[in-house]
């Protein structure tokens, strides 16, 4: 970097630059032994001693595997949250890189190693160059991938043993260029539901019909039906999902079974849109089984609720990322995204923002094979975007519980 280029670079992301390859190694050592949700023990014992070298206080095993470092300074009372996840996905990979998974069928394909890198990254640099007043709470969360981690940390006691003012997450996302930061208040994403359908028939021989109540036909209608849900009964200028991802019944052409199963993923932005669909679901299931003269069962389990970023919050984040790289490289308002997080239970409890860093757009040929998007057996966390990640934390915390 020539000294004209380095006077328009924030010091704090000139520091953490110059660190980049430590924890480059650190990511690519954490992405080579990736762990499932609730297993992370090699990663959680990393992160724990890595911090504990630094000067943190650190908790292990909130929430199963979660680990969370506290570093105080001064008299501020102020109280900050910053949250990293950990765990991997059950992916093979095929990315063929030197630091490739070498547990077979797990692989950070979601960039859970990159997220704990830029924490982690952030951590050093406060505790040996941070200038700030008051409690700095960094949590390293299990289990982000659909086992609900946040909600194990939060009912082992994570807020009532470190009380946050604010919190905040970030997540890669392909499809933006490497560093960009983007941002959103209000509904960020949608909750998640998964819905179980089955229908109770009459079994009997495919060759009398007239005999038997069929379920086939009931389901069949059913899927039908689901796809007015959406088009008829939420409002238009409202974001839903109703997808059928799975349709089970039978096993010889001719018979008629008993049983029909369907397997539904619902999801919304909106909490009142989210109640809607989960009795208009249930109400068609039920009726249209009866039309057939069929019965219809639902499991309705809620999953992950919407994620809302709080509007002060998320303007606080919007200055710091601003102030860290210009308005050149950052997205005031981008849209929400119809995927689902857990650190939305987190913001149930504290305000604050979770927002997205650029894991490239595919225009750099050294990594346009790997800027796939995410839960891809060939996707990569860019190591590109580890600087900007961890200056970003390391801002935000410096501003958040500044020295008055």
């Not at 807020?159 to 997540?171: L, Q, S, V, Y």
């Not at 993923?265 to 669909?277: H, K, P």
């Amino acid at each position: 970097m020539d000294t004209a280029e380095s006077t328009t670079v924030h010091p704090v992301l000139q520091a953490l630059a110059a660190g980049r390859d430590e924890f480059t190694a650190i990511r690519r050592d954490i992405h080579q032994h990736p762990e499932l949700g609730f297993e992370e023990h090699r990663t959680g014992e990393r992160v724990a001693t890595l911090l504990e070298s630094w000067g943190y206080r650190v908790t292990r095993g909130l929430g199963g595997t979660g680990v969370v470092g506290q570093l105080q300074r001064g008299t501020g009372s102020k109280r900050l949250g910053i949250r990293a996840d950990m765990d991997a996905l059950p992916i093979v990979e095929a990315t063929g890189l030197p630091h490739s998974s070498c547990h077979a069928g797990v692989m950070h394909a979601c960039g859970h190693d990159g997220h704990t890198a830029m924490l982690l990254a952030a951590a050093k640099h406060l505790a040996e160059h941070g200038r700030f007043s008051g409690t700095l709470n960094l949590i390293f969360q299990p289990a982000e991938e659909g086992l609900g981690g946040a909600l194990k940390m939060m009912d082992d006691g994570l807020f009532e043993r470190f009380p946050c003012d604010a919190i905040f997450a970030m997540h890669n996302m392909p499809g933006y260029p490497v560093g960009h930061l983007a941002l959103r208040d209000g509904p960020a994403m949608a909750s998640s539901d998964y819905v179980g359908i089955t229908v109770h028939g009459n079994g009997g021989h495919g060759a009398m019909p007239h005999r038997a109540a069929d379920p086939v036909v009931a389901a069949s209608s059913l899927v039908m039906a689901l796809q007015t849900v959406v088009s008829r009964n939420v409002d238009p200028l409202q974001m839903a999902v109703v997808t059928v991802g799975a349709f089970h019944a039978g096993e010889a052409n001719n018979v008629i079974p008993p049983h029909a199963s369907l397997r539904l993923s619902v999801r919304a932005l909106d909490r009142d849109v989210r109640a809607l669909l989960r009795r208009r679901i249930t109400e068609l299931a039920q009726q249209q089984a009866a039309s057939y003269g069929c019965t219809a069962e639902v499991d309705y389990r809620a999953g992950y609720c919407v994620l809302v970023n709080t509007p002060a919050e998320t303007d606080f984040a919007r200055q710091v990322a601003l102030e860290l790289i210009g308005p050149e490289r950052v997205t005031l308002q981008a849209p929400a995204l119809p995927g689902s997080e857990d650190f939305a239970f987190m913001l149930e409890e504290v305000p604050g923002c979770y927002l997205l860093v650029g894991n490239g757009d595919g225009t750099d040929a050294a990594f346009s094979g790997h800027a796939c998007m995410v839960h891809n057996p060939g996707y990569d966390f860019n190591d590109a975007a580890l600087p900007v990640g961890a200056a970003y934390w390391a801002l935000l915390a410096e501003r958040y519980l500044s020295v008055s």
